[in-house]
């Protein structure tokens, strides 16, 4: 099946750094998102992507898909505390199964004020 | 008011009880999804509906079971409940393609999650 690799596990920065985070698949996705999850509630969408090479902003959020295809990466600049939390990526094949998302195993942030 | 209710929010449980989460929505979506998460691993899907008479199984349905009440209503239970099932449940829910709103084409919103604990 289809298998997500997140990277960095985990990032401890200070605020006001950049950050950045990938994802890569084993094969490839026609859409990819990502979701950021406060502790104690579910995730919430951030960004979507559906076409490869996009480039798109939220805020101080970027997100890219990869023209591969197979990879997508988040930045968030100048960081603050609220931005602590963990962040997945998402990618989806469309077609029949256009509701099926493959989730990376997220990327725990913290801030130091 | 939310748009994606579960409850309870939190429950502690015994192996070998039978247990029901409850999810309900304001958003008039279609489809509703249930997923396990689990520290390291993401989100894994159980079980999925894209209409009140449609159910299916995800990647990970046994030992759960879903019933769809209502458009606005899932709930997954764990007929006997079991130690490895202790994790966090989030109910998500989207707009069936082509419908409603082109933004974001339709892509899942998820509710606040139930933390199930079996002991």
């Known amino acids: 099946g289809q298998q997500l690799n997140q990277s960095p596990q985990s990032m401890f920065i200070q605020e006001g750094e950049d950050v950045s985070m990938n994802c890569t698949s084993s094969s490839i996705f026609n859409t990819w998102l990502w979701y950021k999850q406060d502790p104690g509630e579910g995730p919430v969408l951030l960004i979507a992507?559906?076409?490869?090479?996009e480039l798109t902003s939220n805020g101080r959020l970027t997100a890219q898909f990869g023209i591969t295809r197979k990879d997508s990466f988040l930045n968030i600049s100048a960081s603050i505390p609220s931005d602590v939390g963990i962040y997945f990526c998402a990618g989806r094949l469309s077609g029949g199964s256009n509701y099926k998302l493959t989730f990376g195993k997220g990327t725990l942030l913290t801030v130091n004020p | 008011d939310a748009d994606v209710t579960q409850t309870p929010r939190n429950r502690i449980t015994k192996t070998g009880k039978r247990i029901m989460l409850e999810c309900s929505q304001t958003?008039?979506?279609?489809?509703m999804y249930w997923y396990r998460q689990d520290p390291g691993l993401g989100l894994r899907l159980i079980y999925y509906?894209?209409?009140?008479?449609?159910?299916n199984k995800g990647e990970i349905s046994d030992g759960y079971s879903v019933s769809r009440q209502a458009q606005a209503k899932f709930s997954l239970s764990l007929e006997s409940a079991i130690p490895n099932q202790t994790a966090l449940y989030f109910c998500a829910t989207s707009d069936s393609p082509g419908t409603r709103s082109a933004s974001h084409y339709n892509e899942q919103f998820f509710g606040p999650g139930t933390r199930l604990t079996v002991l």
């Open positions: 958003k008039g979506h279609d489809r």
């Open positions: 992507l559906y076409k490869a090479g």
């Open positions: 509906s894209f209409d009140v008479k449609d159910i």
